[in-house]
């Protein structure tokens, strides 16, 4: 679905990626990662055609998105994160901006919409933050494009709201979409994203399923640290501890764990899954 080889960018002076390289298939969820200022938004602006980069260094489906072609722009989303909410009923944007995107339901937009309890009536501007956030996710769903782009679309949302993000989001993927999520919030989108990316200015530090994770990673709770492991993170309670996996068990994966211990261990996490 999304090819990204050698990406180098910079605005200005300030380089924000230097050599990445990320292949992205269909039919998963992945969770993007990354310290603030890496360049998680950057990438997805890339990847959905608002900012430009050499021809061959980032592609999806074979296009190159800066390129803008309608064969394009018809099966790809971004959600940012910040909106500027227009003055313009909620119902009458996604009936407008519809016609853009061939697969694009209507009713399944007011399905989306009833289950996120946002009135489709109002305007946008007259809405709250997360209403607005709901109302752009319901419509984004609502286009059946083949890539949906979210940039933390969990920012703004209260919890039963929260909870079901995860289950519309998840019931969007299909055999031949692709779903990108960047997130602070992985505690929001755990049991839904899947493979996780960690991003990093240099490159990819991660970009691995979470079955694999728990095969090369082992994650445990105890009342005292464990010396031998790559990290440890202090909790109510006792410590958070992963380590390498060097028997047959699995353990569920922490994904707030495991991305500090691969900011803390990028050598060693480079030698347990191989570079990228």
């Given at each position: ?26 039919g ?18 890339i ?37 500027i ?54 419509f ?14 969990s920012n ?103 991305f ?17």
């Amino acid at each position: 679905m999304v090819l990204i080889q050698n990406l180098k960018f910079s605005y200005g002076k300030q380089a924000v990626f230097n050599n990445v390289n990320l292949q992205l298939e269909s039919g998963k969820i992945y969770g993007l990662l990354g310290q603030n200022g890496v360049g998680k938004t950057t990438l997805l602006k890339i990847i959905s055609g608002f900012l430009k980069v050499g021809k061959d260094e980032c592609t999806v489906k074979g296009y190159s998105p800066f390129e803008r072609s309608p064969l394009f722009l018809e099966n790809v989303i971004f959600v940012p994160e910040d909106f500027i909410a227009p003055d313009t009923i909620v119902n009458d944007y996604a009936k407008f901006r519809g016609e853009f995107y061939p697969k694009y339901d209507s009713n399944k937009f007011g399905r989306l919409m009833n289950d996120f309890e946002v009135n489709g009536n109002y305007k946008f501007n007259k809405l709250s933050y997360g209403q607005q956030k709901k109302a752009l996710i319901a419509f984004a769903l609502s286009t059946n494009t083949n890539l949906i782009l979210l940039d933390e679309p969990s920012n703004g949302l209260d919890i039963p709201s929260k909870s079901q993000l995860r289950k519309v989001v998840s019931e969007a993927s299909t055999d031949d979409s692709c779903i990108i999520i960047s997130t602070h919030q992985v505690r929001d989108l755990e049991n839904l994203i899947d493979p996780i990316i960690i991003l990093d200015k240099n490159g990819v530090l991660l970009n691995e399923s979470i079955e694999r994770i728990s095969q090369k990673l082992l994650f445990s709770f105890a009342s005292i640290p464990d010396n031998s492991a790559l990290y440890n993170e202090s909790t109510p309670g006792g410590y958070i501890s992963v380590r390498k996996n060097e028997s047959d068990m699995e353990t569920r994966v922490n994904i707030e764990a495991l991305f500090n211990t691969t900011l803390k261990n990028r050598t060693k996490i480079s030698e347990l899954f191989g570079k990228y």
